[in-house]
């Protein structure tokens, strides 16, 4: 395979611009016994957050309309736990280790970093649409100036390089894209997923226990690119898009919007080896354009 | 892609769907299923069937339309294609001596595989299905059976006596499940769970059954538990 598709994000080299996206590929050993992992640029691992989580309880799946809504809560070993069985697996394969980080409070968060630390990995994703305890359950992610109280802390606290992860469901994705960049954060990845809602009409209730949930898939790739287009015009440091990835086509998409890399999540459901016809066919689309660099291309809308 | 060889209506919602094996994949082992599906992108989710049969180089799936994935293979016919992955998850374990097979609505689609594959060595299998309106393949499953019950419309836990039975396993409607669990008090009781799934590999989380022993997926740690395990809880 020859280097077009080799890319770079923050200081760090992609050999190809495609990363499973977190909470679809567990740590990437499930995927690995269908197809050869060290493929792909990178992989984004399951949300981690401080201590160990049970998850929701309920329905966690729900199909929409080209989409899925989930609402699997942050189940997850922890970050203890995730250094002693799983890094090392990680550490071992020829792909970006992307570590996502998540929190309840902003001293979990720091904590989890600090713990970090102390490890082998290339990046840290942040998580910030996770649900604020001490702030009555309102996402970290939504208020700009929330955002970005968790970014500084986590910066000050986190020796690796540090990729933000944001929300759709932001006031302003474009503010809250600058606030990140503004307190240091090395790059950014969207988006997350869309705060949404299912009704069950026979039991009048809603399906979710926790009444909303999050939608991803192909039904939000139009907005997601959106969002992506306006944060990647806002900002210097580096994009990694996220949202409704299931071709090749959809993935330069992003990349003309100025995504330095894209994340697939959902599509992973449609096809567990999805990534490697993506990779494939901007491989294909590449050559047949001469083009000599995927960086050509990145932002030219 | 694999080629669907046939895909028949037996009973009231109910198809039997036949199929060439995937290449390069192994025997399917009781209990074990496929996610499957036969369109582009959306639906999003592949839907999760369990082995009816298994003969060669074709494997088949006995299915009840509940949706709209299921209606979908409802419409396939013979020469269309379907993109199949598996078989996934554990599988009924390999018991010997007399064993009741128990199923109820859909859930009687894994157990003729089960029949087949528990019946190699010294076992006897007596089956018991339950429908809620109509039965089916009913000569099939005398075939692979010592004997069979059949109850439609009413509750197929009424028909057995599970102090007969050495090893009970089950699949069908939780409750239809729950009640046999509590009738077989202590017996080595194995039930095989459905639930709605994304990834089917053990990924995504999505299909979580809590368990005496925490959360499991029933992709891969299932879809077969120990009735203790998810019923005794």
Not at chain 2, 151 to 158: A, H
Request: net charge neutral; aromatic share 6%.
């Amino acid at each position: 395979m020859s280097g077009v598709l080799q890319t770079e994000f923050a200081g760090v080299t992609f050999k190809n611009p495609v990363v499973l996206a977190s909470g679809t590929c567990g740590f990437g050993r499930e995927y690995n016994e269908i197809f050869d992992i060290e493929r792909l640029g990178g992989i984004s691992t399951k949300g981690l957050t401080l201590n160990p989580r049970q998850g929701n309880e309920g329905v966690r799946i729900w199909e929409t309309d080209c989409g899925v809504m989930n609402s699997v809560g942050l189940e997850n070993p922890g970050v203890r736990k995730f250094i002693e069985d799983e890094l090392g697996w990680l550490n071992g394969l020829d792909v970006v280790n992307i570590v996502n980080l998540s929190g309840h409070s902003i001293e979990d968060y720091i904590e989890g970093a600090e713990l970090l630390n102390g490890v082998k990995l290339d990046i840290v994703e942040l998580n910030i649409s996770c649900p604020n305890v001490r702030a009555g359950g309102m996402n970290f992610g939504v208020k700009t100036e929330v955002a970005r109280e968790v970014v500084r802390k986590v910066r000050a606290a986190c020796k690796h390089k540090l990729m933000v992860k944001l929300s759709p469901n932001a006031e302003d994705v474009t503010a809250l894209a600058r606030a990140c960049e503004e307190e240091g954060a090395d790059g950014i990845s969207l988006v997350n997923t869309f705060l949404a809602m299912a009704i069950d009409i026979k039991k009048r209730s809603p399906v979710f226990e926790n009444v909303y949930a999050g939608l991803s898939g192909p039904a939000i790739k139009p907005i997601a690119l959106r969002m992506v287009h306006q944060a990647a015009k806002a900002v210097q440091i580096p994009v990694m898009g996220i949202g409704g990835i299931v071709s090749w086509q959809d993935a330069v998409e992003f990349i003309m919007a100025g995504a330095a890399a894209v994340q697939i999540g959902t599509g992973n459901f449609i096809d567990p080896a999805i990534s490697l016809s993506v990779i494939d066919g901007m491989q294909g689309y590449l050559d047949s354009q001469k083009i000599g660099s995927i960086e050509e291309i990145k932002g030219c809308v | 892609m694999s080629l669907i060889l046939s895909n028949e209506r037996v009973g009231k919602d109910f198809y039997l769907m036949k199929a060439v094996k995937p290449e390069r994949t192994g025997a399917a082992r009781m209990g074990q299923f496929y996610m499957l599906r036969a369109w582009g992108s959306c639906p999003v989710l592949s839907r999760p069937l369990s082995v009816f049969d298994e003969r060669g180089e074709t494997v088949s799936f006995l299915y009840k339309v509940v949706g709209r994935g299921t209606e979908i293979f409802s419409t396939l016919q013979k020469g269309d294609g379907i993109t199949m992955l598996g078989p996934l998850g554990n599988s009924f374990p390999k018991e010997r001596g007399s064993i009741a097979l128990v199923g109820g609505g859909a859930g009687i689609a894994p157990l003729y595989l089960a029949a087949k594959q528990l019946r190699q060595s010294k076992t006897t299998v007596d089956i018991y299905l339950g429908f809620s309106e109509e039965s089916f393949l009913t000569e099939e499953y005398k075939l692979v059976a010592d004997s069979l019950v059949v109850n439609v419309g009413g509750f197929i836990t009424d028909e057995i006596d599970p102090s007969r039975y050495e090893h009970v396993m089950t699949c069908g409607p939780e409750p239809m499940m729950r009640a046999l669990y509590e009738k077989c008090a202590g017996k080595n009781l194995r039930a095989s769970l459905e639930s709605r799934m994304a990834c089917g590999v053990g990924a995504c989380l999505v299909c979580n059954c809590k368990t005496a022993g925490g959360n499991k997926k029933v992709c891969k740690d299932g879809p077969v538990f120990k009735g203790a395990e998810v019923f005794g809880i």
